[in-house]
């Protein structure tokens, strides 16, 4: 009596393991693949995106513009501080190219795996929850892959809001700095730029910088005091996008990745009831080897 209590006890496991599976695809495919995107979460993780895209445009354009502002110096003055700035982009089509990244995965990536990963995973269980009676190890094959493949899914979904909100709140003091350097460095351009293009002979150069940097600079060592404070601003604040834009997102998916490791491990040895093939397997082993029902002749 107390077998059949357990056989249909496990009956009942089944079903609703697969009754759940069954509405987790459909609910995934149909619903959660049109309404997720458009979500509030999701709208704000594509907003800063775009703010941090604007964010390294500007700092590349400025780059260019003050070094070339600080080449048309004399005598040559600045080309050593022009060539250092200039080479900077290079991290900055780099910090680009991860929030491009970025984007696309939200853009598109998390559709693909609402409409087609998590229900493909659902049905890998499911063909895993129907074959794992069989002999030939079909069933937890399908099912481990499933598991895998859910896992990847979720990590689609939700890596790039949950390290973008995580990078937002990290970094939105040093924002601030990146903010004003930039500021202050369109300033100084801009300056440099218009007094180089005047065609005023009674001053000197050196003069018209003074005069227009408020007396702050009044020979050429002032001067290049001047660009090499501008560069460190501009060095520290490329290590600030880089560690919102890469490093950040990188210790997510790394932080992602070990919990869902986690999380299916546990679940792959729990969640999927086990057959009368794998109970007569552990029967057989308590048994000492011998098959039950069987006597010695």
């Avoid at 800063?48 to 445009?57: C, K």
């Avoid at 069933?139 to 895998?148: D, E, H, I, S």
Wanted: charged share 20%; aromatic share 8%; hydrophobic share 45%.
């Amino acid at each position: 009596m107390l077998k059949k209590l357990w056989e249909g006890i496990h009956v009942r496991k089944e079903v609703l393991t697969a009754a759940l599976l069954i509405f987790v695809c459909c609910f995934s495919c149909f619903h959660l693949s049109v309404a997720v995107p458009d979500s509030g979460i999701f709208t704000k993780t594509m907003d800063s995106l775009e703010e941090n895209e604007e964010t390294v445009e500007k700092m590349t354009a400025l780059a260019v513009a003050t070094s070339v502002a600080i080449s048309l110096l004399p005598d040559d003055v600045g080309s050593p501080l022009a060539d250092t700035l200039s080479s900077m982009n290079k991290y900055f089509v780099a910090i680009l190219t991860a929030i491009y990244l970025e984007k696309l995965l939200l853009t598109y990536g998390v559709g693909a795996a609402l409409r087609w990963l998590i229900p493909i995973a659902c049905l890998l269980l499911l063909a895993g929850l129907a074959l794992r009676a069989g002999k030939c190890g079909w069933g937890k094959r399908a099912a481990n892959f499933g598991y895998k493949l859910m896992a990847l899914a979720l990590a689609v979904v939700f890596l790039v809001p949950a390290s973008t909100w995580v990078s937002d709140n990290v970094c939105a003091g040093y924002m601030e700095f990146v903010e004003e350097t930039i500021e202050e460095t369109d300033e100084s351009s801009s300056k440099i730029t218009d007094l180089m293009m005047e065609s005023d002979s009674d001053e000197s150069i050196l003069d018209r910088i003074a005069d227009a940097f408020k007396d702050a600079i009044s020979s050429i060592s002032d001067l290049a005091t001047y660009f090499k404070n501008t560069i460190r601003r501009y060095i520290k604040s490329a290590a600030i996008l880089i560690v919102r834009t890469c490093v950040i997102p990188v210790l997510t998916m790394l932080l992602f990745k070990w919990f869902l490791s986690q999380l299916f491990s546990f679940a792959g040895t729990g969640v999927m009831p086990e057959g009368p093939e794998q109970e007569r397997k552990k029967e057989k082993e308590e048994n000492g080897g011998e098959t039950p029902g069987k006597t010695e002749s």
